[in-house]
């Protein structure tokens, strides 16, 4: 593994991510039929910092379906840097291939 898995994306990127990913706990957990459960998912990276692996760790929160879906409403370029760092980091690509 080298370090892109640990490196930071540009912050427009990272925000985007971060966007889609609170979306996607909201919309996909509601509140009336999941208590609790999308808002402790959104307090954890609501808060998050463009440092470190932050980035990949709001990726790492969700299973192989959520993270389908959250690839759909990204930025090619985006699905293409979280690919290349899960790559790095010994995982598979296919899911945020932008090719697929």
């Known amino acids: 593994m080298s370090k892109l898995y640990y490196t930071p994306p540009e912050q427009e990127i990272f925000d985007e991510v971060k966007k889609w990913s609170i979306n996607l706990w909201q919309k996909r957990y509601p509140e009336n039929e999941y208590p609790f459960y999308a808002k402790e998912k959104i307090d954890k990276i609501k808060d998050l910092q463009n440092i470190g692996d932050n980035f990949m760790y709001m990726i790492a929160m969700f299973d192989?379906?959520?993270?389908?879906?959250?690839?759909?409403n990204l930025l090619i370029e985006t699905r293409q840097l979280i690919s290349?760092?899960?790559?790095?980091g010994g995982g598979a690509d296919y899911i945020f291939n932008p090719l697929i």
């Open 84 to 88: 290349e760092r899960i790559i790095d």
């Open 64 to 72: 192989e379906e959520n993270q389908k879906y959250l690839a759909m």
